[in-house]
């Protein structure tokens, strides 16, 4: 157990819809970090948030957004749902993540999307 | 070419081989470099974590890394059937300026160990 917890586990819904992702970092951890996992394109960096702002922005799509919150919990929101946005989403935290420091990124279990 | 190149595999070895994994990069700027345990449908384990050239070792599992080669390996020895899973490679840069956490992973490399 990595400590990083996330909820839902699985979730079902329509193209078209808009859903709601969330994640608690471990303890202590500053940074949360979300990826998705698709079988194509393997796992892949979304956007980096710290201590409530955000760091840093990967391949993340505009119909998605997230933030994260006072007590550090963070969400992604994925909206106008297609069909190609059925992944595995993992959110990951880390203590810090900033330039220079050399901690790592712990991963939740993982939210399992699919969009019929 | 991707950043991160690593083999899907799939490698299958018998119980108590050695098992060698490896990834070549192209990003001089990566310095970290992780080796992640995943197993169907969770979430990525952090198995090996080093950001020097050389061998670190824990356990069953030496990590490697040759950055004037841009390569990097990870050594499970005395495999188990439990070992069974996908081994994900990932690095990151030391600084930059829009990336300051950003994970750069290879495709991982499904592992099969057979009794």
């Known amino acids: 157990d990595s400590g990083v917890t996330q909820t839902p586990k699985h979730l079902i819904t329509a193209t078209g819809q808009r859903v709601t992702l969330r994640c608690s970092p471990r303890?202590?951890?500053?940074?949360v970090y979300w990826y998705q996992q698709s079988l194509d394109q393997g796992l892949q960096f979304l956007i980096q948030?710290?201590?409530?702002?955000?760091?840093a922005k990967g391949n993340i799509l505009e119909r998605f957004s997230a933030q994260q919150f006072p007590d550090l919990h963070s969400e992604l929101n994925l909206s106008s749902l297609e069909l190609g946005d059925s992944a595995l989403y993992f959110c990951?935290?880390?203590?810090?993540?900033?330039?220079?420091?050399?901690?790592?990124?712990?991963f939740g279990p993982g939210t399992r999307l699919t969009v019929l | 070419q991707k950043e991160v190149e690593q083999d899907p595999g799939p490698l299958s070895v018998p119980e108590g081989a050695i098992v060698s994994l490896n990834c070549t990069y192209s990003?001089?700027?990566?310095?970290?470099f992780m080796w992640y345990r995943q197993y169907s449908r969770k979430g990525p384990e952090l198995l090996m974590y080093?950001?020097?050239?050389g061998n670190k070792e824990d356990g069953r599992f030496t990590a490697q890394v040759d950055k004037s080669s841009k390569y990097i390996s990870l050594f499970i020895r005395d495999s188990q059937p439990s070992d069974s899973a996908t081994y994900l490679c990932?690095?990151?840069?030391?600084?930059?300026?829009?990336?300051?956490?950003?994970?750069?992973f290879g495709a991982g490399t499904q592992v099969v160990v057979t009794p």
């Open positions: 080093t950001y020097s050239s």
């Open positions: 948030y710290y201590n409530g702002e955000e760091r």
């Open positions: 990003n001089s700027a990566f310095q970290y």
């Open positions: 303890s202590g951890d500053l940074s």
């Open positions: 990932a690095m990151r840069a030391k600084t930059t300026t829009d990336s300051w956490g950003k994970l750069q």
């Open positions: 990951a935290s880390s203590v810090i993540g900033l330039a220079g420091s050399t901690d790592t990124q712990y």
